[in-house]
């Protein structure tokens, strides 16, 4: 296939195996594969590449896109010439040059700097087909020459119809024979060994405790206003009681304890004056 340039509105020329580019792109250029120019390939969602299976009579996405940030200028993606490129951007036209010798394909408009281009690309019936593709980054004196180009195989062939996995045939499980389960041999109950019953430790019986020192009586709270019993301690046996005053009201005041339910020696002993008298029952509040 002969030569071409990638000139700023479109390959000039089509075909070959090596990059279709001349003239100024041949002076000390950076070329290589596609993928070390980080450019990416796309049909039918798949990238592209040897082997590639694709489903025929379908009008398939075909992009072209740089990674990295990067941008590029000119492309030519060609093929045999009943392959269908169907152009589906402003950055794209059909390849003239490429129909002139027998191919089919799509190239650039303009050599602006571009990021990524989509078509689209369809083949009638099944089989492989060769794609060529070629990528131009920069062709001038001041940044240089710089372009990628990549041939790859491409299959047109719809998938195999699923089947079914084989459904192993039922067997039956092995049925255990039966088994006499064991029985334990018996054994002696053990026999406690014989205890003396607790002896109880000795007890002392109490002493009597000592008879603690009579106070000095101390009347100074006696009937004084309290709150609680801590504020009638100044004498034993009295405590605060509620005591109604002469204005009707009433207050708490330190008093002799309640001789409610009280038992007269008298009457239990039987002796004295008041012997065998009921037993009187005191009244009166007391105190909080």
Known sequence: LSSTNALPNGASAC???????????????TTGPLTQGGIRVLIGGQDIEDGITVPPDTELPLVLERTGGGAFRGFLVSADEDVVFTVGSSDSQDAAVCTAVGLAGVTHTGNSDKTSVENSVAFSGTGSKQFDITVVITNNSVEGSEYYFSQYMVTFEDAPEPTDAPVPAPTDAPVPAPTDAPVPAPTDAPVPAPTDPPVPAPTSFPTESPVPPVPDIDSSCFNAECSTNDDCACRPGLTCRRTWEPDGSFTFRCKAASKTNKTRLSSTEGIGGAGNRPTKSGSGDTGP
């Open 15 to 29: 075909g070959g195996d090596t990059a279709p580019v001349q003239s100024t792109h041949l002076i000390d250029p």
